[in-house]
């Protein structure tokens, strides 16, 4: 695999994936998955990949921690990877620990031809070269070259401590130090409850998470450099202004249940062509009747509901989004681009930048400076979840460099 000079900027491929629905069904699912993802690698040839996955070993961790373990040795050892002679993967495997465990997994590939590659300790302050393939997993709360935190528990909505919080690592790449920060925000428990308000109850949740590990990451303790956030951030569009649009002109059945008079169905009709009906909605049914408005021109004409993010555009920046809603769907291996009927459609999988992040991509000096977002395995099934990539090229000294560089470097 030929990978283009140094010179032409140092190629960086982000990607983020929810791989929880690998795990139920490695035998399909894990063969599309790594076709797709080594695909990727392929076309676009980068010198430094982050993978950042969320629900590594699906809902029952136990059961599927040898399949973590051979996802993670065919990520290391495959013919596709060879180039990738230096490793870093930090896997929680820490169950038990409900105080701790957030199934998420960090796994970084450097090519051979990346020079002077460091990773930050953060307990020492200083920056080590990066040799070898090491795999970190269990207790990672005393692994010195990340940050990892579970959200605190009043933080989670209805008191349920679910797997929910981030991981930090810094890296120095071509002179040039950054942040990868994986995370994975609160999912909506109920679509009646999401449609309740606008915005729903949920995106307060999400919105006071997001800033608490923006605040983490930007507090006083080390030097601030660019940051990039990628993960599951379960944005989910706005469900009244999507329901009241979609559903215009219907008529809305309230069903009830009998022993607690709670509403446990909405069911949206046509007022002509037969009451014809158009969305049912419960607490995890989302089944309107015309998928393909999520699809068509991939969906765009539904960002406007895409609500959430615009709360950190003082402090965030994301390049535009021209893919389709990236959950929930099928995880039938035979269906590619058909969503569940579980909930909306929505952009759940992101990768969001600081302001000097978003400069330090579009800095790259030379005819190729294209940024490319998109997801990965459109036409195939990924899960329920499908992959969200950046993929970009850091000019030499474009970034911030660090300063202490050559005095703070400890080689392994």
Not at 349 to 357: E, G, N, Q
């Amino acid at each position: 695999m030929a990978v283009k000079t140094p010179a032409q900027g140092t190629g960086v491929l982000l990607i983020t994936a929810n791989v929880g629905s690998l795990f139920e069904d490695p035998e399909n699912l894990q063969k599309n998955w790594l076709r797709e993802f080594y695909q990727t690698v392929h076309i676009h040839k980068p010198h430094f990949i982050a993978l950042h996955c969320q629900e590594v070993g699906g809902k029952n961790y136990e059961a599927s921690m040898s399949h973590v373990d051979k996802f993670v040795k065919e990520l290391l050892s495959s013919d596709e990877m060879i180039e990738y002679n230096r490793a870093r993967v930090y896997l929680d495997e820490n169950y038990k620990s409900q105080e701790h465990f957030t199934a998420l997994g960090n796994l970084y590939f450097l090519h051979e031809s990346l020079k002077n590659t460091y990773q930050f300790d953060f307990k020492a302050k200083k920056y080590k070269k990066v040799t070898g393939k090491e795999i970190y997993s269990e207790t990672l709360e005393s692994t010195p070259m990340l940050e990892k935190e579970k959200f605190p528990q009043h933080y989670f909505p209805e008191c349920k401590w679910s797997r929910k919080g981030f991981i930090r690592t810094r890296w120095s790449v071509t002179d040039c130090a950054f942040d990868l920060v994986n995370i994975h925000l609160f999912h909506d428990a109920s679509n009646l409850i999401a449609w309740e308000t606008s915005p729903s109850v949920y995106s307060g949740t999400r919105q006071k998470a997001l800033t608490y590990v923006l605040d983490r990451i930007t507090d006083q303790r080390y030097e601030k450099v660019p940051h990039f956030l990628f993960g599951d951030f379960n944005f989910r569009l706005d469900s009244k202004g999507v329901i009241e649009t979609l559903c215009a002109s219907a008529t809305m059945q309230t069903i009830r249940a009998a022993d607690t008079n709670q509403i446990n169905k909405l069911i949206f009709c046509e007022s002509m062509n037969d009451r014809k009906v158009m969305l049912q909605l419960e607490k995890k049914l989302f089944d309107y009747f015309n998928q393909d408005v999520f699809r068509q021109n991939n969906g765009v004409e539904l960002l406007e509901f895409d609500r959430e993010f615009s709360v950190f555009k003082d402090k965030l920046s994301e390049q535009e989004i021209a893919f389709p809603p990236s959950y929930p769907y099928s995880e039938d291996s035979n269906q590619g681009k058909q969503y569940m009927n579980t909930r909306c459609p929505s952009w759940c999988d992101r990768i969001l930048l600081s302001h000097l992040a978003w400069d330090l991509i579009h800095k790259a000096e030379n005819d190729e400076k294209s940024v490319i977002y998109d997801n990965i395995g459109p036409n195939v099934c990924m899960g329920d979840h499908k992959p969200v990539f950046l993929f970009f090229r850091i000019a030499a000294g474009a970034g911030k460099p660090n300063r202490n560089m050559p005095n703070c470097c400890v080689v392994q």
